[in-house]
């Protein structure tokens, strides 16, 4: 009976040991959760998960004070990428945050601008071009489509234009053939 | 909707067109079938496949599936077709109704239906049949010889009723059976079943009919409907480990010449493993899918608790047959 | 030569009906020049080629319109002399049907050259060279449009030792290449020399198909006096003529994907861009014209050589039309093809053939099934791909996953779709699956710059604050001693004395 207790006991210490170490030696720097969820996170930085930026929200999941809902340039996609890393369940784009719409880029109507500098110390990405009383403009590739400039305008110069298709950009479609079911079919 | 897109041609045998080329392939064998052991067989055929439309017209309703296109696929009557073939063919008729209620609905529908399936319909329905009813499964008819002394009514007599003392005289185990329960009672093999008719008659109408589904296998082989890969890897491994076994000791295990020819050995190389939903789709995969049934068939026929492990063996299999696929990917062009 | 005998295969393939007869009664024919001539800037692989005229300018036969924009791109010149009507978006010859940028040239039919310099690429050497065939216009005339100069530059990096030339020519219908080489064989073989010497292989293969007897007579007669350039037969199979598949069947190497055929020390070129190449060395003629097969329903099958530009309907138009009227025309073959989006597109670089479509080629198909695991796919697939699989994982958008199972080995051939027993349309599913991969990767791309700029932006917020900061402390630190209750008192009687001088200024005003 003794010697059985001695024998847990001793591998109990044992085990303890090697996973002490193997916490101390093996420890990952940083959260990296938080970045993995900023890898599905769509890098727009518009704040309409009421976060400012997408780093932060992703923080917030990842303490577990905000919802994976709450991202709607990510959409539906972004929402189970999320629900599957995290291993909770999927839930609809929660609509209080915002509706899911197709990628807009920015267009600063040149005639309008005053060139008061506002909207570039509101873009995220640093992807307006411009200086006090100079022209301004939207650096197309940059524009993240997250409307932050669009209130802070004073003229209201600023509209959104959604990227329409062309040859460039243009992609093969879900393949769409039939296989109806017997309620649809007429005879 | 106008095919919009590449290839703008198309060659192909429809599904529909396959099916009818195995049901064409199985008809030699059921011949032959027919010309040794009567009309029983062609019952249990019939009403095997009246139920098989009559429950898949009924689930695709059900389903919400369009069922002009699903009917006319062949598949539930194929799967039919086989079950019928391999339960005696003495049975009553409430054997095969419940045989292809169980083929069609739950081994084909519940599991998704066409292309989903994950067990081969046709041995689920006879391993049903025979776990649940297995005094009326061991009860085979013997050839011609006693049969021709029947008539058509009273044939239909038996198959209705099922009627016990014509079935008694009638009837017996197969040779693998009766050889196996010998060996279990450490007799030796007589010549003779125990009603005095000669296991040898019931052997030689078992090459027969093996031979018929030989024909009707080769048949598929040149229509491409199948590959070599399943049926003669099967063949061999079982010739091979029947061999061993035999070399070791001939008097306690059969010779691979019987265990080829008797029981459903070559209907289920040629027709059973071949089903391509629930085999493999890989060629290194069907070889190893039909080593593994070979290798179950022998071992359940010799130390298993059944006379024929060709449904069991094939069960198995198909659940390893996802593993399989993933393990055998074959080499794709420049990466190997 | 040993390597010629022998047999290699590849792993599946399809014989279809060839239908080659159809367009092969005639000689090439050629069409007067066009009253319009619309030419895309966009017709290779590679970035669009940058404009050098405005509307209006008068240009040459065999000028330049847009250069090259960058190393992989190409040129465009004009196939013929007159004025550039306008520069806009039109419709090209493309799946999505969208417009693109194209230059409308309206001839002058003088049809007069610029002047043509041949090339003496003996004297200034093969770099030299390699630069003004960047600006040659050519480009891979099999349907591929590669920019020929990054091929022919490729032996800088790697020697390269065989030269393979592609007249298999696998698809049904298309005679292009066949026609080509029955009429022109002699250009070809010059060609063969020139560009051999050129990229100095030792060897050169010809791979054609043996349904094309005629042109294997001719091209044989051809090359027998010369050394190091040998024919090799392979059997009829489609999709033998794509470059990867050739090059096993010719000399048993497989090339995997992502790898180049010039690592093994192997270039192949189309037959038709062997020509182009020669005429432009040997005579200075840029890439302007190219022979495009007009097939299928149609009343006068035949082919047409004709100048990049010309309006299709004047090919469908001088072909008679077509027999059935259904309006629907197929651009390059039937297993690769796409359908055009409309009849009034030009001919580019890629068009070798137009395939009117026949009945049985555009009706409704029937009802897939669902999979039934038979595997044919995986028998026919060229590539020895696991169609199934791909289809299983596109269909349900598992794109990692079918990316792991070589998706994008895939060639697009068709062979699965050809021989499904369910009707699965399996080609259109990897494509959109490609098309998904690809956006989503460029998505990503976008996501990591974006998160970049975000991150810059907040490291530079957080160093102006610090230097503000630091500037106040600073300031702070030079302004303590002073009295600040004197300040504001000098500073108010500086106010009061403005206003009385203001009021005093205003009263004499009045006054």
Known sequence: MLTSILIILFLAVIIGLVLGFSSVQFKVEGDPIIEKIDSILPQTQCGQCSY?????????????????????????KGVRALAELMGVEYKPLNESHGISKPKAIAFIDEDTCIGCTLCIQACPVDAILGAAKQMHTIIEKECTGCELCLPPCPVDCISMEPIEENAENWKWKYPVYSISTSKKRVN | MINQQSPFIKKAPSVTWIMMLVMLALIPGI?????????????????????????????????????????????????????????????????????????????????????????????????VLLISFPAVMTKWSLPASHLLDFNLTQQIQIFMYGTKNIIDSVSSATPLD??????????????????????????????????????????????????????????????????????????????????????????????????????????????????????????????????????????????????????????????? | MK????????????????????????????????????????????????????????????????????????????????????????????????????????????DKWIKKIPIDWKKIGIEETNKLILNSGIVGLGGAAFPSHLKLGANRNNPIKTLIINAAECEPYITCDDMLMREHGKDLVEGIDLVQSLIGAEETIIGIEDNKPEAFKIISNLIEK?????????????????????????????????????????????????????????????????????????????????LFGTPLQYLIKDAGGQKIKNNTFIMGGPMMGFKLPSIDVSVTKTMNCVISAEPEMIQAPEEALPCIRCAKCAEACP??????????????????????????????????????????????????????????????????????????????????????????????????????????????????????????????NND
């Open chain 1, 52 to 76: 400012p930026g997408c780093k932060p929200y992703a923080t917030a999941i990842a303490k577990g004070d905000a919802d994976i809902n709450q991202c709607p340039p990510g959409g539906e």
């Open chain 2, 31 to 127: 011949l032959a079938y027919v010309f040794l052991f009567g009309i029983g067989i062609l019952l249990n055929l019939s009403i095997a496949i009246i139920t098989a439309l009559i429950a898949e017209y009924l689930i695709l309703r059900i389903r919400n599936l369009p069922i002009k296109l699903f009917i006319t696929d062949g598949s539930a009557i194929v799967a039919a077709s086989l079950l019928a073939i391999s339960i005696p063919s003495i049975a009553p008729w409430w054997i095969i109704v419940i045989g292809t209620l169980f083929t069609i609905i739950v081994a084909k529908h519940l599991y998704g239906g066409l292309g989903s399936n994950l067990f081969n319909p046709a041995m689920v329905g006879y391993a």
């Open chain 2, 178 to 336: 009766y050889i196996k329960t010998q060996i279990f009672l450490n007799r030796p093999f007589e010549l003779n079943f125990t009603n005095g008719m000669p296991i040898n008659s019931y052997f030689n109408a078992s090459i027969i009919i093996s031979l018929s589904f030989l024909i009707g296998g080769i048949f598929m082989w040149v229509k491409k409907i199948i590959t070599w890969h399943l049926p003669v890897t099967f063949l061999i491994s079982l010739t091979l480990i029947s061999s061993i076994f035999w070399l070791i000791d001939s008097t306690r295990y059969l010779s691979p010449f019987i265990h080829l020819f008797s029981g459903g050995t070559l209907l289920c190389a040629f027709f059973i493993i071949t089903d391509p939903v629930s085999g493999p789709t890989t060629p290194k995969g069907k070889i190893f899918f039909a080593f593994g049934v070979a290798l179950l068939v022998y071992l359940i026929r010799v130390f298993g608790g059944y006379p024929e492990g060709v449904a069991f063996a094939v069960i198995l299999m198909n659940i390893c047959v996802p593993l399989i696929d993933s393990l055998t990917q074959p080499k794709v062009f420049g990466h190997e």
């Open chain 3, 3 to 110: 390597l010629l005998d022998k047999i290699f295969k590849f792993n599946g393939g399809i014989n279809a009906e060839t239908q080659k007869n159809i367009s092969t009664k005639n000689s090439i024919k050629s069409l007067p020049i066009p009253s319009e001539i619309r030419l895309p800037l966009r017709q290779h692989i590679g970035k669009m080629a940058k404009l050098k005229v405005k509307v209006g300018d008068q240009v040459l036969k065999g000028e330049l319109i847009a250069e090259a924009d960058g190393n992989i791109s190409a040129a465009i010149h004009a196939p013929t002399s007159g004025i550039v009507k306008s520069i806009e978006k039109l419709l090209i010859p493309h799946p999505s049907g969208l417009p693109d940028f194209c230059v409308t040239l309206i001839p002058d039919n003088n």
């Open chain 3, 226 to 306: 010369k050394p190091n350039i040998y024919i090799k037969v392979v059997p009829t199979i489609y999709p033998s003529g794509d470059a990867k598949r050739l090059i096993f069947l010719i000399n048993g190497i497989k090339i995997p994907k992502e790898k180049r055929s010039s690592e093994y020390g192997i270039q192949m070129f189309n037959v038709a861009t062997i020509v182009a190449i020669f005429r432009f060395i040997q005579h200075g003629e840029p890439s302007l014209s190219r022979i495009v097969t007009i097939t299928g329903n149609i009343k006068e099958p035949q082919n047409y050589e004709v």
């Open chain 3, 383 to 508: 590539v020895s791909l696991q169609p199934q699989e791909l289809f299983w994982l596109s269909k349900s958008d598992q794109f990692e996953k079918a990316q792991n199972y070589n998706l994008f080995d895939c060639i697009e051939c068709g062979c699965c779709s050809y021989v499904c027993p369910s009707n699965i349309p399996l080609v259109q599913f990897y494509r959109y699956a490609k098309s998904e991969i690809i956006a989503q990767s460029i998505a990503t791309e976008e996501a990591g710059i974006a998160r970049e700029r975000n991150d810059f932006r907040i490291l530079r917020l957080d160093r102006e604050k610090k230097e503000r900061a630091e500037r106040n402390a600073q300031r702070k630190a030079e302004n303590t001693g002073v009295d600040k209750l004197k300040l504001i008192e000098e500073k108010r009687a500086e106010i009061s004395a403005a206003m009385d001088r203001i009021k005093n200024d205003k009263k004499l």
